[in-house]
């Protein structure tokens, strides 16, 4: 295959031609999609869902405070804001504003957005907060006062990088940032991890630890649990394999230390919480196999100990979700054929005692959302499903307290509606498990919209969304979600049973859902749209150019499309581990095959229209996928429109104008081509 691409100028993300043909191609987008009376309507229903002040607004605990960060009609880029448990439990709360976005990004001529803080335990006084430029990865770094509510004068500063931040106490942070050549790994992540002390130049900061050149990042953090404070570091490998260091008691110190590694398989998740190191598996280890979560006394494994408690195990339709500690108990959820259950454990001399969670319905998806365990056994957790507004409930671990704090609105009618869960065959003869939410009493086929994403570990659970209930549900299309090969939906098998080069599977489990939907008269090939975004916007490409005869139209979001140079744009080279190096031959072969800018072809079944959206300021997944592709399918004569929003990073959109824009776009657009005679 050849390495000519005529179309290389397009990656020039600001260059003048490459944003001039960004304009025009919008342009064109804009001209075709939004100038029917129905595109308004719709913009200012997803605007209405998007800020509506029913929504729950979800906290994490710091000391006496829950914090939370919220956007409406009124505070386009947001506010950081708390309030105490008390006032959360109103209707109506009490928020006490920190920072105020859109005020700041007047003064400083800014399009700030919100990156998230650090708020140094316990006094929970000072914090770094993080800000972003309009969405992008990279961030600039400010302390805060969280009493006087101002930037603190000469406090700890980074200017914009992909910086890894965290307190180790008032005076001291561990820092990594762009330091200069060889500081950054090729995907554009720190590489060194440093200990900055207050009031000295940051270039200053004495260096502890550093990755190799060939490393994804390396970060280090300080836990401050009382009674447990230690320092560790983290060196990325590559997306799946890491390994975790503990530093000795005088690395916070200062002076030259040797890390020791914990020794765990680099393939697993590994974290210690107080006397506890627990290990998430991905391969067999220790006579345990790939899924299971395991509980060691971490002084006895560092000491050579390896008997583990065994807090998980895996099967054939159950898989670990995730784990959530407060101070004496751990929440463990898991999911069975995709639908969540809860459960607490609780150590104790005579090991660890079981109790389930109560009260989950079926078809649903059930998550902790805040703990604070360094302090007590407080937790909040979610429950919610495709017609199921979420629901937020707080308990106390350990105690029947569980209550009801915060529930979203019913933002759009689910009378006639119905969630079934079935299964496709793929074929290799694979089950892939599909949720269809739609119309109870179904008179035939309908239009239909596929969402799908089949990597990096990411399931596809119950979730409600209104803006799909609003834009799609609610005008009678059936939502249809795909588990494929490559997530998490059954545990690490699951995900690598597509990695690297079997990531054909993935595509083939979303063909056999296709193929089954319409088995099922549930709709037709001209009325069955599907979607994606980022991993999932290469999944649509790949059916686009594989199964075209399968679907009516297809939309892709900031999507990989080029896989035989993602590795040499933005953070493209973290991603080898899951599809393959290009410049390896043994990985360049697959692919090849499963490039769809080097797939596309002027003969054969014509590809159905396509809708591609990218944003300008996304340094993760470089808008030249979206660009490029869009050029070489308008060369090639096949139907396909365009849009990029300046702004946005790697979620498309910092507001919920943006939001809603895009939203109108992809539903305007999917509905007017799978549904023509309406």
């Known amino acids: 295959m050849s390495d000519e691409d005529p179309y290389l100028w397009l990656e020039d993300v600001s260059g003048e031609n490459a944003l001039a043909w960004v304009r025009e191609r919008n342009a064109e987008t804009v001209d075709a999609l939004t100038g029917g009376p129905g595109f308004k309507v719709l913009e200012q229903e997803m605007r209405e869902v998007l800020d509506d002040d029913g929504r729950i607004p979800y906290v994490v605990r710091r000391g006496g405070h829950l914090y939370n960060f919220w956007q409406d009609a009124d505070h386009v880029r947001g506010l950081w804001r708390r309030t105490t448990l008390e006032e959360y439990r109103t209707d109506h709360p009490a928020w006490e504003v920190l920072l105020d976005l859109d005020a700041l990004a007047d003064a400083e001529g800014e399009k700030w957005a919100w990156a998230g803080s650090r708020v140094l335990a316990p006094e929970h006084r000072y914090a770094l907060v993080l800000l972003s430029r309009d969405g992008a990865d990279a961030c600039v770094v400010r302390e805060f006062d969280l009493e006087t509510l101002d930037f603190v004068p000469d406090g700890f500063a980074v200017a914009e990088a992909k910086t890894r931040i965290g307190w180790i106490d008032h005076d001291r942070v561990w820092i990594g940032t762009d330091f200069g050549p060889g500081s950054m790994s090729a995907s554009g992540y720190p590489l060194q991890v440093r200990r900055w002390h207050r009031g000295t130049p940051l270039e200053d900061a004495e260096l502890v630890y550093e990755g190799r050149p060939s490393d994804l990042s ?76 395991l509980a060691f006394d971490f002084a006895a494994f560092m000491a050579g100990a ?64 805040c703990t604070d365990p360094d302090v007590g056994d407080e937790y909040f957790h979610l429950v919610t499903g495709f017609l199921q507004p979420s629901t937020l409930y707080r308990g106390t671990a350990g105690e029947d307290d569980s209550e009801p704090v915060k529930q979203s609105p019913a933002l759009f009618d689910t009378a006639g509606l119905t969630v079934s869960q079935f299964f496709a065959t793929s074929a290799d003869g694979t089950r892939v498990p599909y949720f269809v939410v739609g119309p109870d009493e179904r008179p035939g086929p309908g239009p239909t919209l596929l969402y799908g994403y089949g990597g990096f570990e990411v399931s596809m659970v119950p979730t409600y969304s209104a803006v799909t209930g609003r834009a799609w549900l609610a005008r009678g299309g059936t939502y249809v979600v795909a588990g494929i090969r490559g997530g998490d939906e059954y545990g690490p098998g699951w995900h690598r049973a597509a990695l ?81 190096d290009p410049d390896d031959p043994a990985d360049r072969r697959h692919l090849e095959e499963i490039s769809p800018y080097h797939r596309i072809r002027t003969d054969g079944p014509p590809y159905p229209p396509l809708l591609l959206l990218t944003s300008t300021r996304d340094d993760r997944v470089h808008p030249g996928h979206a660009r490029k592709m869009a050029a070489r399918l308008r060369e090639a004569g096949h139907p396909v429109l365009f849009h990029e929003h300046i702004g946005g990073g790697h979620a498309g959109a910092t507001d919920h104008r943006q939001t809603a824009f895009n939203e109108a776009l992809v539903h305007t657009f999917l509905w007017e081509r799978l549904t023509p005679s309406r």
């Open 218 to 293: 390396a970060s280090g953090w300080h836990d401050d649990t009382p009674g447990f404070e230690r320092d560790f570091v983290h060196r990325q490998i590559d997306f799946w394999n890491a390994e975790l260091f503990l530093l000795p008691e005088d690395a916070a110190g200062g002076g030259a230390v040797a890390p020791v590694k914990i020794d765990v398989p680099d393939d697993a998740s590994a974290s210690v919480h107080r006397e506890w190191l627990t290990v998430t598996t991905r391969t067999p280890w220790l006579g345990h196999p790939a899924g299971s979560l």
């Open 500 to 580: 690297g080069a079997h990531r054909v599977r993935a595509y083939e489990d979303f063909a056999a859902v296709a193929r089954d939907l319409v088995a099922r008269g549930i709709t037709t090939p001209a009325q069955l749209g599907i979607e994606g975004g980022s991993n999932g916007g290469l999944l649509m490409g790949a059916m686009l150019t594989r199964e075209p005869e399968l679907f009516g139209a297809v939309v892709a979001h900031v999507p990989l499309l080029d896989m035989l140079r993602f590795h040499k744009l933005l953070a493209g080279a973290s991603w080898i581990a899951e599809y393959g």
């Open 306 to 369: 390896r008997e583990a408690e065994v807090l998980f195990t895996p099967d054939e339709r159950t898989a670990l979700a995730g784990y959530s500690w407060t101070r004496n108990h751990l929440v463990l959820s898991t999911r069975a054929d995709v639908s969540s259950a809860l459960e607490l454990l609780t150590p104790g001399p005579d090991g660890w005692r079981r109790a389930p969670l109560p009260g989950l319905p079926s078809l649903s998806t059930a998550a902790v959302t």
